[in-house]
């Protein structure tokens, strides 16, 4: 069944007035009005206000520090240095992060110094005159130069580093990579095949674009430490920071507080790190808020890429073959990703969805003297397909056919076995790619004159995961109402009013009279944080199984906690096909976009609205991802420090988002999901790119794409006198 193939912009699913289970969201007036308070809203009466001190360099010799002149600043409590602090390193697996640079800085942005005061004023006025000097080393910014035996290292021994998943011969600034598939085979079936495409695609380094720059704050509590920021995982973090400061993960205790946004930026943990050991060394609460410029030149941003595709098809257009050769830009440290690193997830969906006759993969994730890199809204995804489904396009004009028949041959269907050799019992691409198509025949819009017009389609799959392991309490208050505690933190998706509604119906009560919490550390036993397109899976499981235990409860007991295992049904493949409409101008290379198609393989949806709002801002991202963003990485500086540089769509930029859902899938967990946070967001780059081509036959293989990209490969320099 396929329903809502024009959705009203007020995203309520087609269904007048929404879902009557879809209540407004809890937090919904204090956000809208500006009430809510972030993590640096929150009060921390006498604290110090912690300023860091920055090297300019990408890649420096520190060859020492004077404070002697901020310490006299009005105000300034304190200067602390490497030789303050513990020396081990930092990172959510990978452990190769100083809390400040001691010897060498290994990026333009690494603090090497903290400067604490009274106020930020005064903390950030006596930064500027802390004299540090520096010696510049020399630096390797490229991530495939850096694989290279001649390039300049990044770090001596980086095997060395708890959680380091290379070895010594694996070869020169590796922080991991991943392979699968059979490269001789492919080999062969390339050199047989009667069409290929080889062809490499490049994308640039990104932010998450959240509302709130990282905020801290840290309290000393004897030897232990109190800590509430901008984190997705609290309980990883309670960890990691007990690993870094040599402490029990008890000692440490994570309070709660709602994220203005995370799409994978807030899982970093140095700087939460940074702020314990700051408090911990002078014995008295501090603050750290990061600047939006430092924010955007001196966090966890997207992996740039350099990925070469191989794609061969017979003359059926069946696909015979795919190699998959990526190279990651992973700047000077592993520790912002929780996994060996990104290319694990591009990799492994890279051969997700498409039967191939042989396929070899090969990913990468080089050490570079930039800003460390970490997990962005399905991390490596965007950038990987990108890279296949423009290869896709460009593999059908080869043979001849149709791009969207060439995907319609080769998609996977249910109880067929993919590359990996996973059987999907509820694989739906070629569903949900018609469907795609059905809604974007409604499309259309007049063109200016002279302008051409293309379509472009583009597809994507994921598996949702099985609900993770968890944990929930459950009160009865005073008043009779009850009160539900969270491990997961709200991060602006809605996920706590999902749970108040879920459990509302479990208990036969009126969502009103369930509140929801979420607790510190201290309260549950352990959850594994935001992230997977895990949460609301996990969520309804956990609601199900606490729900039954208060209703098995002993008498008179008006309080429980469990903790809930994982779940075992799951994985589920979740699949998107998107079509995009564009109009690009050949006089000048401007390219519009008029529209974007969204068809969306749906199990159940328990809050109609919120899914919408996930399935639109998906798609968002996906846009600005193609068309705009780019933190304007040069010789080791971030250029794009303000969002004049660092260009996020806004809703002039916009066309119109058209979704269509594919209803009836099998999704995991007791309320039957299917994850829809990391799905419109990956495909759209792809959709857009091979819509130029279609438009003016050019093809654009670097993000993001540009007049200029369009217009000097129309009008190459020398022609026409120019």
């Known amino acids: 069944m396929i ?228 984190t997705k995982s609290p309980y990883r973090l309670r960890e990691q920071v007990a690993a870094t400061l040599g402490l029990e993960p008890a000692d440490i205790d994570v309070e709660p507080v709602a994220l203005g946004g995370d799409f994978g930026g807030k899982g970093s943990v140095v700087d939460p790190i940074l702020c314990a050991a700051i408090a911990r060394a002078v014995d008295h609460p501090v603050q750290l808020v990061l600047r939006s410029s430092e924010d955007l030149t001196a966090t966890d941003a997207r992996h740039p890429s350099v990925i070469t595709v191989s794609l061969a098809c017979d003359d059926d257009a069946r696909l015979v073959a795919l190699d998959f050769d990526a190279v990651f830009d992973g700047g000077a440290y592993a520790s912002a990703k929780p996994v060996p690193s990104v290319n694990l997830h591009g990799a492994a969906e890279a051969a997700l969805g498409y039967r191939f006759g042989c396929f070899a993969l090969r990913s990468r994730v080089a050490y570079t003297h930039t800003v460390p890199k970490g997990h962005m809204r399905a991390p490596g995804a965007p950038q990987t397909v990108f890279a296949i489904e423009s290869a896709m396009d460009e593999l059908a004009v080869r043979a001849g056919v149709e791009p969207a028949e060439l995907r319609r041959r080769n998609l996977l269907r249910s109880g067929e076995e993919d590359a990996y050799g996973h059987v999907w019992p509820d694989a739906r691409g070629i569903d949900v790619l018609d469907a795609a198509l059905s809604g974007a025949e409604l499309g259309g819009s007049d063109l200016p004159p002279g302008w051409s017009a293309g379509r472009g389609v583009a597809f994507y799959c994921r598996p949702t995961p099985a609900p993770p392991a968890t944990a929930l309490a459950l009160s009865r208050l005073p008043d009779g109402r009850f009160e539900v505690g969270v491990p997961v933190p709200e991060t602006g998706t809605g996920s706590h009013s999902l749970v108040g509604q879920q459990m509302a119906a479990a208990l036969g009560t009126d969502p009103a009279n369930v509140e929801v919490r979420q607790l510190p550390t201290s309260a549950l036993g352990f959850d594994p944080g935001v992230g997977a397109s895990r949460v609301t899976a996990g969520m309804t499981a956990a609601v199900e199984r606490l729900a039954a235990a208060w209703r098995d409860r002993p008498p008179g007991t008006d309080s429980l906690r469990i903790d809930v295992p994982a779940g075992d049904d799951g994985p589920a493949l979740t699949c998107c096909a998107q079509v995009a409409h564009v109009a690009v101008d050949p006089g000048t290379g401007q390219i519009r976009l008029l529209e974007l198609v969204s068809a969306v393989d749906v199990a159940e949806v328990l809050r109609r609205r919120s899914h919408q709002m996930q399935i639109d801002g998906g798609a968002v991202m996906g846009i600005g991802f193609a068309r705009f963003e780019d933190l304007l990485e040069d010789g080791g500086q971030v250029w794009g420090s303000t969002l004049g540089e660092f260009k996020l769509p806004v809703a002039a930029d916009l066309p119109r988002l058209r979704t269509v859902t594919v209803v009836g899938g099998k999704g995991v967990g007791p309320a039957n999901i299917k994850a829809v946070g990391e799905l419109t967001n990956v495909p759209a780059a792809a959709a857009v790119a091979n819509a130029v081509a279609d438009a003016v036959g050019v093809r654009l293989r670097d993000l993001p794409l540009s007049a200029e990209a369009v217009y000097w490969r129309l009008h190459p320099p020398g022609r026409d006198g120019r």
């Open 3 to 230: 329903t809502g193939a024009a959705l009203p912009l007020d995203g309520t699913g087609g269904c007048p007035g929404g879902d009557p289970a879809d209540r407004p969201r809890h937090d919904a007036r204090d956000k809208a009005t500006g009430a809510f308070r972030y993590a640096a809203d929150l009060p921390c009466p006498g604290a110090w206000h912690v300023t860091l001190v920055r090297c300019p360099h990408p890649g420096a010799r520190i060859l020492g520090i004077d404070p002697a002149a901020a310490l006299a600043a009005p105000g300034v409590r304190a200067v602390l240095t490497a030789a303050d602090l513990p020396a081990e390193r930092a990172g959510r697996r990978v452990r190769d992060q100083p809390l400040l640079a001691g010897e060498v800085a290994l990026y333009s942005g690494e603090p090497v110094a903290a400067v604490l005061a009274d106020t930020r004023r005064e903390a950030e006025a006596a930064a500027a005159l802390v004299e540090v000097s520096y010696e510049p080393l020399e630096a390797v910014f490229d991530p495939v130069v850096a694989l290279d035996a001649a390039s300049p290292l990044v770090h001596d021994s980086p095997w060395t580093y708890p959680g380091a998943v290379i070895g010594p011969g694996d070869g020169p600034n590796l922080q991991s990579v991943v392979t699968d598939g059979d490269p001789d085979r492919v080999s062969r079936a390339l050199a047989r095949a009667a069409h290929v495409v080889t062809a490499t695609y490049r994308t640039p380094a990104g932010h998450q674009g959240y509302l709130e720059p990282q905020a801290w704050t840290a309290w000393p509590d004897g030897g232990c430490v109190r800590l509430r920021g901008t």
